[in-house]
Nanobody
Framework: VQLQASGGGLVQAGGSLRLSCVAP????????MGWFRQAPGKERVFVAT????????SYDDSVQGRFTISRDNAKNTVYLQINSAKFEDTAVYYC????????????????WGQGTQVTVSS
């Protein structure tokens, strides 16, 4: 199963961007979905996660209040809305699917997308 992330690009500091991730071939509505990011030379870190039903979500402190994760099970798609972008949000963003509720560690996810680059200009 290969997830397909899209929506990345160049955004000015303070601007907004919405990432999408489609999961064809996955029983999407039974998986918790997460977003992670990896900056150059750094490890992959947790950004946000949403439960299989969409009723619960969790965020890293660095994005709390600026990012919103959501999902549309009818479209097999999870979203990450980025608002008030900061230079330090620059990274490759990865979506992932897993069985652990509100997992914040990459090892808790089973399937991954290829990543989409987000670059914030200061």
């Amino acid at each position: 199963v290969q997830l397909q992330a899209s929506g990345g690009g160049l955004v000015q500091a303070g601007g907004s961007l919405r990432l999408s991730c489609v999961a064809p071939g996955l029983t999407f509505s039974t998986y918790n979905m997460g977003w992670f990011r990896q900056a150059p030379g750094k490890e992959r870190v947790f950004v946000a996660t949403v439960s299989w039903s969409g009723s619960r979500a969790s965020y890293d402190d660095s994005v709390q209040g600026r990012f919103t994760i959501s999902r549309d099970n009818a479209k097999n798609t999870v979203y990450l809305q980025i608002n008030s972008a900061k230079f330090e949000d620059t990274a490759v963003y990865y979506c992932a699917a897993g069985r652990i509720l509100l997992g914040n560690n990459p090892s808790q996810y089973d399937y991954w997308g290829q990543g989409t680059q987000v670059t914030v200009s200061s």
